[in-house]
């Protein structure tokens, strides 16, 4: 049986200690290697704080499934409770000192969201939430504005090059998906929607998506419909469904 509480108020206390090697890492020397390509960058303590939550994770319920970006970017989800871990969304922010840069962990069981946890140790900022509880922002429930018309909507993430800013009341390009997606939960941006395909995975993006839902706003694949494959990442979201109407008529009239 699965005890949603218990995982959550344990799976925080390890993301609490991890945020403290953020932390720390953020105001220190870094050692940067890349991945893919010149721009995949990634850190010591990306791969130090992945090791801790995991290990720690692995303690308590040794029969646990992982998908990390570092060390367990290939396993495949099954129907079995597994973490989705992205020890530092944003790494080029962190190496740069831009302090949009957080852990985000997410506990899919069943192929169903259940736990979202994002956690900024650097502006202090804590998002979670657990299915069916709503969303929250340290202990104050959040959710997303009613904004529905484009003029009035803030952008999140990066304008795809064939739409005009003009549309929009302003866009925001945080370099973090999972804070990206965490402040549309809060009100604070209305439309989130990677520039390009394949851009994201789901260690950016699952517990972001739960804390949206959580939060009231609509979470579609990148064609519009319902999203429900957790592994693809291909996602766009918005604080109301009328505004994702709007967008989706703009996008596809400008293809």
Not at 45 to 52: A, G, R, S
Not at 53 to 70: G, R, S, V
């Amino acid at each position: 049986m699965v005890d949603m509480h218990q995982y959550y108020s344990q799976a925080l206390k390890i993301v609490l200690e991890a945020g403290e090697l953020l932390l720390k890492g953020f105001k220190s020397p870094k050692e940067i290697s890349t991945k893919k390509n010149d721009k995949d960058f990634v850190t010591q303590y990306d791969k130090l704080i992945e090791k801790k939550i995991i290990d720690n994770i692995l303690q308590l319920y040794p029969n646990h499934k992982f998908i990390a970006e570092e060390s367990a970017a290939s396993n495949i989800l099954t129907e079995e409770p597994t973490w989705i871990l992205d020890p530092i969304d944003g790494t080029t922010n962190f190496i740069q000192g831009f302090p949009f840069c957080c852990i985000s962990l997410a506990l899919v069981v069943e192929k169903d969201i259940i736990i979202g946890i994002v956690y900024n140790p650097i502006i202090n900022q804590l998002f979670t939430a657990k299915k069916g509880e709503g969303a929250y922002l340290y202990n104050e429930k959040i959710q997303v504005s009613s904004t529905e018309d484009l003029q009035n909507a803030m952008f999140a993430h990066e304008i795809n090059d064939k739409i005009s800013i003009s549309h929009f009341r302003g866009s925001r390009s945080l370099g973090s998906a999972a804070m990206s997606l965490c402040y549309l939960a809060m009100g604070a941006v209305d439309i989130f929607s990677p520039k390009r395909l394949g851009l994201l995975k789901c260690w950016d993006v699952a517990a972001g998506i739960l804390i949206i839902q959580e939060a009231g706003g609509i979470v579609l694949d990148s064609k519009g419909s319902q999203y429900n494959d957790i592994m693809n990442a291909d996602i766009f979201a918005a604080c109301t469904k009328k505004l994702a109407e709007n967008f989706l008529k703009l996008k596809n009239a400008n293809i």
